[in-house]
């Protein structure tokens, strides 16, 4: 019993990071490429917006066995971020082309 508690730990962590780490390259890349010429994405507010969108939107994946609130959460933390990496990318000319 204890090992599949165990295993379910593992598998809750690595959607969790695995949510994290997609999250802010997809939100990154998304402003780097597609938003570049849009000013509203210099805002202060565009990365709590988009954080709070993609937490709204991650909030039912939350009924899935391994998906935890927290996941939700962290999604939409690591979305923001990754808006504020790539305005900050823009701010200062660092705008190429990312590899997919």
């Known amino acids: 019993m204890v090992m599949l508690e165990t295993l379910g730990?593992?598998?809750r962590l690595a959607a969790l990071t695995s949510a994290a780490i997609v999250g802010f390259a997809v939100a990154r890349n998304f402003v780097r490429r597609?938003?570049?010429f849009v000013d509203a994405v210099q805002s202060p507010l565009a990365p709590i917006i988009a954080g709070a969108g993609a937490l709204l939107l991650a909030m039912?994946?939350?009924l899935?066995?391994?998906v935890s609130g927290w996941t939700a959460w962290v999604f939409g933390i690591?979305?923001?971020a990754g808006t504020a990496s790539g305005a900050r990318d823009?701010?200062?000319g660092e705008w190429r082309e990312?590899?997919?």
């Open 9 to 11: 730990a593992i598998l």
């Open 34 to 36: 597609r938003l570049r």
């Open 60 to 62: 039912p994946a939350t």
């Open 64 to 66: 899935l066995p391994f």
């Open 78 to 80: 690591a979305v923001g």
């Open 90 to 92: 823009l701010r200062r």
């Open 98 to 100: 990312l590899p997919r």
